[in-house]
């Protein structure tokens, strides 16, 4: 049973607009969600990360907003670059505990 | 300055082969991961260790051996390879916390035929 569930698996931009990629979650104890972007041939690195007392973080182009009443977080990229086509994964984790990883969305920035 | 190194980047073996995956870390981190990526299924934990010859269980540890007998260290083993477990497979680390943002690896190929 999927408890960090990223719905699209591609998501396609035009370059210089805005890009939200949604994901949501089931386990209500969790506490802390991070977003990671994985270039082909490459290990993912860390992109981003919201603790579940805020609602909102943001680091230059990247900003995270989290529902918690919804169990929805999202990571919006503003202005979309060429430089960010990549998959995206959502992950979360509960009080210190593991962290699980949503699939993974790809994004494709358009010229 | 390298980080996190993997060995192999490639490698092809056959079903019934003992294989090993080597991962080395020059930042000291306690704690170290293995996870598989899988098309449909993103990045599975398969093993991870908090300290020197401190290992558990992740998501889908059937089938693999870990040990970490140095803090730098974290072999995975496959014990008798199987086609399911072609996959690419990505060690990580964490300095402080489970829970901490990772650091990974650049990845094995892992194809089994």
């Known amino acids: 049973d999927q408890q960090v569930k990223q719905n699209s698996p591609s998501l396609s931009v035009q370059e210089g607009r805005i890009s939200i990629l949604n994901c949501d979650y089931t386990?209500?104890?969790?506490?802390?969600f991070l977003w990671y972007k994985k270039y082909p041939a490459e290990g993912p690195t860390f992109l981003i990360s919201?603790?579940?007392?805020?609602d909102k973080n943001e680091d230059g182009r990247f900003t995270v907003f989290l529902n918690k009443s919804a169990k929805h977080l999202s990571l919006h990229i503003v202005p979309s670059q060429p430089g960010d086509s990549a998959v995206y994964f959502c992950?979360?984790?509960?009080?210190?505990?593991?962290?699980?990883f949503g699939k993974g969305t790809r994004l494709h920035i358009l010229p | 300055d390298a980080g996190i190194t993997q060995s192999p980047r490639y490698k092809i073996t056959e079903t019934g082969r003992q294989v090993t995956l080597m991962c080395h870390q020059t930042?000291?981190?306690?704690?170290m991961f293995w996870y598989r990526q899988d098309l449909g299924h993103g990045l599975r934990l398969i093993y991870y260790?908090?300290?020197?010859?401190?290992?558990d269980k992740g998501e889908v540890p059937d089938g693999y051996v870990v040990s970490r007998s140095k803090t730098e260290n974290f072999p995975l083993t496959l014990e008798s390879a199987t086609r399911s477990q072609t996959s690419v497979y990505f060690c990580?680390?964490?300095?402080?916390?489970?829970?901490?943002?990772?650091?990974f690896g650049d990845g094995t190929r892992l194809s089994i035929l």
């Open positions: 992950a979360a984790s509960e009080r210190n505990d593991k962290i699980i």
């Open positions: 386990n209500s104890m969790f506490d802390y």
């Open positions: 919201i603790s579940s007392i805020k």
């Open positions: 930042w000291s981190h306690s704690y």
């Open positions: 260790s908090a300290a020197a010859d401190i290992t």
């Open positions: 990580a680390t964490a300095d402080r916390a489970l829970n901490q943002p990772q650091h």
